[in-house]
C-alpha cells in the first residue's frame, strides 16, 4: 500500500464514478481526500453502462421531468467541457404504424427535451430520409422517423479522468483497497477508517470526521438502510457487441422490443456496435462478476433481428458482451424493473453519508449532494453549485506530433493533460491505430505506467477498451502488448504467463460466449509447460532475452 496519511479532512469509499466525480470536487476544493476502492476503478456500473450521456426520454413519459432536466442540462456540460470524451452522436427513432409511439407523442416528448437544452435539435425523416441513413432497417408499416441528438462517452474513461485530476489536485486514490470498517467515537460519530489492501493484506488506520460510502450495490453492506421502507434492489442491464461490418449502422438507433414494448439501443461505439440494455433484477451473489445471461442474449438479438431482418444475424457474431448492475433504489411496492426510478438517495449516520442511485449522467449532481450532505461535518467547507464548471474549460490545443486534430481531440479528452506526455514518449509507429479500434498503441505503455494498473484485466478492460472492442479480448494483439507494457510495469515473463491466463479466464467468464477461447488441450498444456520453463531460463539469464523477443509472437 503506498503511503497514506494518518488523517484526511474526507475518505470515499467506492472507485466509480460518484466516488470519482466526488473525489474530482472535494480535491479542487483544498480538502484533503483519500478515495479507497476494493476492486478496480470504475470495475463495475461504471465501466459497463449504455456509454450514453443523455436525458432519458422514457423519463419525461413516467413523469421524471426534474431528472431528465438535470440530465440534459449536465448532457451540455459535459459536451462543453470534456470534447473527445463526450461527444454528440445522432440518434434515429423509427416510426411504426400500429406499434410504439406514433408521430405526434415523439413530436411533443423530442420538444420538451429540445426546450430542457434550449436548442432544436431533432427533425422528422420520411420513410425514404430514413431508409437513406439505415438502409438494411424494417420497411413494412414505416411510416418515418425522428433524428435528433445526444451524446455518448468512454464510462471508464471518465472516471479515470476524474482520478486523475483529483490525484493531481494532491488527492490520494487507491484500487484494490477495501474498507474494512468506519471507525466511530464512543458517542457513535464517524473518526475515521481500517482499510486493507486485499491483495497484500496490509492494513492501515486513517482518522477522518467524514465518509462517504458511494460503493453502489455494496452500499448497504457498509451502512444499513434504517428505513425499512426503501432498500437497494440490484438490477442488471446486459448489451452484446457486434463488429460494425455485420451491424453496419452509422448513427444510434433506438427501437420498441417487439416483446415487452421497451427500448433498445442500437449504438455504434468505438468500432464496434453495442446492442442493449436489458432490466432486470440481478439475484447472484455480488462478489461474482455479472455476465449476461442466456435468456438476455436471445432478448437483444430477438431486438435487432426484428429491426434488421435482413442482416441475419446470430450470436455467433458477436465480438462480447458486458453486463452490469444498477444499484437502484426501491420502494419495495412490487415495480417492473424497468418501472424503478432512477432518482438517487441518501442517508446520513453520524459523519457516514451513504449515496446509491443515480445515472452517469448525473454524476456530478449526484456527487454533489452527498458533498452537501457531509458539509456538517466539514464546516470549513465552501461548495460548488451545479452551475460552476465541472473540468476546466476546454482550450483549442494544438495536434500533438503526427496526429490528425481528431486524434488529439480524442486523446486530450479522455487523458487531460497526460496527453501530451503520450505524445511526446511515442514512437511514430505507436501514434497508430491498434487494428480495428481508435485505440493508440501508445495509450497501453502511458497507461501502464501512470494508471495504477495491477492486473492485464485493468489494462485492456478500462484503461483501453480493447478487451470489448476485439475478438478473443484482444488475445492476437498480445505479444505486441508484452513488448510495450511488461518493461513498465516491472513484471517479469512468469508474471506476465500467470497475467495472461487470469486475463483470458476472466474474459470468458464476464465477456465471452461458450464458442469463444476453447479450453486448452493436452498439446496446449504441453506448451504452457515448455513456455512456463523456457520463461524461468530468460529471467535468470536476462542476456537471452533481446534474442528470444525476436521469435516470441505467441504472446500467450
Known amino acids: 500500500m503506498p503511503h497514506l496519511p494518518s488523517s484526511c479532512d474526507l475518505v470515499i469509499i467506492g472507485g466509480g464514478v460518484t466516488g470519482a466525480g466526488l473525489f474530482h470536487e472535494t ?11 476494493q476492486h478496480d476503478f470504475a470495475w463495475g456500473t461504471s465501466s459497463r453502462s449504455s456509454k450514453l450521456i443523455h436525458g432519458g426520454l422514457r423519463y419525461l413519459r413516467e413523469g421524471h421531468f ?16 470534456a470534447p473527445g470524451l463526450v461527444t454528440p452522436i445522432a440518434f434515429l427513432m423509427p416510426v411504426y404504424k400500429g406499434h410504439g409511439p406514433g408521430r405526434w407523442t415523439l413530436e411533443a416528448g423530442l420538444s420538451i427535451y429540445d426546450l430542457m437544452a434550449q436548442k432544436r435539435q431533432h427533425r422528422f425523416l420520411s420513410a425514404d430520409e430514413l431508409l437513406a441513413k439505415v438502409p438494411f432497417i424494417e420497411r413494412r408499416a414505416l411510416v418515418g422517423g425522428y433524428q435528433f441528438w445526444d451524446a455518448q462517452v468512454d464510462d471508464a474513461r471518465l472516471v479515470l479522468r476524474l482520478i486523475a485530476e483529483g490525484r493531481t489536485a494532491g488527492g490520494t486514490a487507491l484500487n484494490y483497497t477495501r474498507a474494512l470498517s468506519v471507525d466511530r467515537d464512543p458517542d457513535g460519530r464517524v473518526q475515521g477508517v481500517t482499510l486493507q489492501d486485499v491483495e497484500s493484506g496490509e492494513i492501515h488506520t486513517i482518522a477522518a470526521p467524514a465518509v ?37 449502422v452509422q448513427c444510434a438507433v433506438s427501437c420498441m422490443h417487439p416483446e415487452d414494448g421497451r427500448a433498445v439501443f442500437i ?3 468505438e468500432g464496434v456496435v453495442l446492442v442493449g440494455t436489458t432490466d432486470l433484477d440481478h439475484h447472484g451473489s455480488l462478489a ?45 411496492d412490487h415495480k417492473a424493473p424497468s418501472e424503478e426510478s432512477r432518482e438517487h438517495d441518501i442517508w446520513v449516520d453520524r459523519g457516514l453519508v451513504t449515496i446509491a442511485g443515480g445515472k452517469l449522467t448525473t454524476y456530478r449532481r449526484v ?30 490545443l494544438p495536434p500533438g506530433p503526427g496526429m490528425a486534430p481528431e486524434a488529439w481531440q480524442r486523446l486530450c479528452g479522455r487523458y487531460g493533460a497526460g496527453a501530451f506526455t503520450i505524445a511526446a514518449e511515442a514512437s511514430p509507429e505507436d501514434l497508430q491505430n491498434i487494428p480495428g479500434t481508435p485505440t493508440l498503441w501508445a495509450e497501453l505503455p502511458y497507461a501502464a505506467a501512470h494508471e495504477t494498473v495491477r492486473h492485464l484485466s485493468d489494462l485492456l478492460l478500462r484503461r483501453v477498451r480493447i478487451g470489448l472492442l476485439l475478438p478473443e479480448g484482444g488475445r492476437s494483439h498480445l505479444a505486441r502488448i508484452e513488448l510495450l507494457c511488461r518493461p513498465v510495469l516491472g513484471w517479469d515473463r512468469l508474471r506476465w504467463r500467470r497475467e495472461v491466463r487470469a486475463y483470458l479466464r476472466q474474459w470468458q467468464a464476464a465477456h465471452g460466449f461458450a464458442w469463444q477461447i476453447h479450453p486448452p488441450g493436452l498439446l496446449a498444456h504441453i506448451r504452457q509447460w515448455l513456455q512456463y520453463q523456457l520463461d524461468r531460463l530468460l529471467d535468470r539469464f536476462p542476456s537471452m532475452a533481446e534474442w528470444w523477443v525476436k521469435i516470441d509472437r505467441s504472446g500467450s
Not at 480535491?27 to 476502492?37: F, H, M, N
Not at 426484428?306 to 444498477?326: D, E, M, N, Y
Open 288 to 332: 461474482v462478476e455479472p455476465r449476461i445471461s442466456d435468456d438476455e442474449a436471445q432478448y437483444l438479438l430477438t431486438a435487432v433481428r426484428t429491426l434488421f431482418p435482413s442482416l441475419g444475424l446470430s450470436l455467433k457474431q458477436c465480438i462480447s458482451s458486458l453486463a452490469g448492475l444498477r444499484p437502484i433504489i426501491s420502494g419495495g
Open 267 to 269: 449504438i455504434p461505439w
Open 367 to 396: 456527487a454533489l449532494d452527498a458533498l452537501k450532505a457531509a458539509q456538517p461535518f466539514l464546516p470549513h467547507l465552501t461548495r460548488p453549485t451545479p452551475e460552476s464548471p465541472g473540468f476546466a474549460a476546454a482550450e483549442p
Open 212 to 248: 462517504v460510502n458511494a460503493t453502489g450495490c455494496w452500499a448497504e453492506a457498509l451502512h444499513p438502510q434504517h428505513d425499512g421502507k426503501r432498500h437497494l434492489r440490484p438490477l442488471r442491464g446486459s448489451h452484446l457487441v457486434f463488429p460494425s461490418q455485420t451491424l453496419p
Open 66 to 81: 426534474m431528472l431528465t432536466r438535470d440530465a440534459v442540462k449536465e448532457r451540455e456540460r459535459l459536451l462543453r467541457e
Open 27 to 37: 480535491t479542487r476544493l483544498g480538502l484533503t481526500v483519500v478515495l479507497a476502492e
